[in-house]
């Protein structure tokens, strides 16, 4: 029902538009996409449709039992990280930015001349979803439910500093916000909320298709390599916070992240 509010970009791409669509009459033989969360959901999804455009999957999960199920559908290949972080800090940051940001800066090295790096962000506006020294890179141990915001803030600006990285090269890098879509991530979220979100869901709530098209969008798309380290919506270049531009927020948190895993004692 929402979506006919919602206006398509000049690509032809918008709200409603499913990873299917984005990759209509795509031959994708000869590359590889390394997916993480393959079990479910996006992840989920952006394999299905990449396999089916004959992508080659690598796929990532947290068990080797849950990453088996998923690929033996598409023939991919399974890839599992042993990493587990248990410092005793705040378990979303880890998760969604401490972790990706180890797995890419240990492929980096491998990645081929036009790779591209797409991470998955959030639109949250709020002023206490900011990535601010003081706040959450300061105190991991905050159980606020803002950590969950600030956790998906964070790779709007790793991609600010993996684009500004690769300036010079033919690779880059995105973040994108998949819009609002039920998936186990609710899981943890209080009963009411989840309530409420079932309950408008198939009115303002995107299916998981829609989800995932601006992420295969990104992946795949030609002729977008000039938005390297933007912020994509509805497989179009998005408005993004008022720090969101910050280039100096974006290297602070890449420094700060570096101190985290060396008191972890990873080696990249």
């Known amino acids: 029902m929402f979506s006919i509010f919602m206006k398509r970009g000049e690509n032809g791409f918008g709200y409603n538009t499913t990873a299917e669509e984005v990759t209509a009459n795509m031959d994708l033989s000869g590359k590889t996409f390394l997916i993480t969360g393959i079990n479910s959901g996006l992840g989920c999804e952006n394999g299905r449709v990449l396999a089916l455009r004959n992508g ?9 039992e849950k990453a088996t199920v998923a690929m033996q559908e598409w023939k991919g290949i399974m890839a599992l990280p042993t ?23 240990s492929l980096i090295s491998v990645l081929s001349e036009t790779a591209r790096v797409v991470l998955l962000s959030s639109h ?13 890179l300061d ?6 439910d803002s950590m969950m915001g ?15 990285q690769f300036e010079g090269t033919k690779k880059t890098a995105y973040s994108c ?8 991530v609710d899981t943890h979220v209080s009963p009411f909320i989840s309530g409420v979100t079932s309950f408008i869901a198939p009115a303002f709530c995107k299916s998981i298709p829609e989800g995932a098209a601006t992420q295969v969008y990104l ?22 916070r008022d720090d969101g531009t910050d280039i100096a927020t974006a290297e602070m948190l890449w420094e700060v992240t570096e101190g985290i895993i060396q008191e972890i004692n990873y080696e990249i």
Do not use: W
């Open 56 to 64: 080659n999957i690598i796929g990532l999960a947290g068990t080797k």
């Open 83 to 105: 990493l587990e972080l248990t410092p005793g800090s705040e378990t979303q940051l880890f998760t969604f930015h401490v972790g990706h940001f180890i797995l890419i800066n």
């Open 124 to 136: 949250s506006r709020e002023p206490t979803m900011a990535i601010t020294e003081g706040n959450t």
């Open 139 to 144: 105190n991991l141990d905050d159980p606020k």
């Open 150 to 164: 600030q956790s998906k803030v964070a790779p709007l600006f790793m991609a600010k500093s993996l684009a500004k």
């Open 177 to 184: 916000y998949p819009g609002m879509i039920q998936t186990i």
């Open 219 to 240: 992946a795949t798309a030609d002729g977008i390599e000039k938005h390297s380290g933007k912020y994509f919506a509805d497989c179009n270049v998005e408005l993004e």
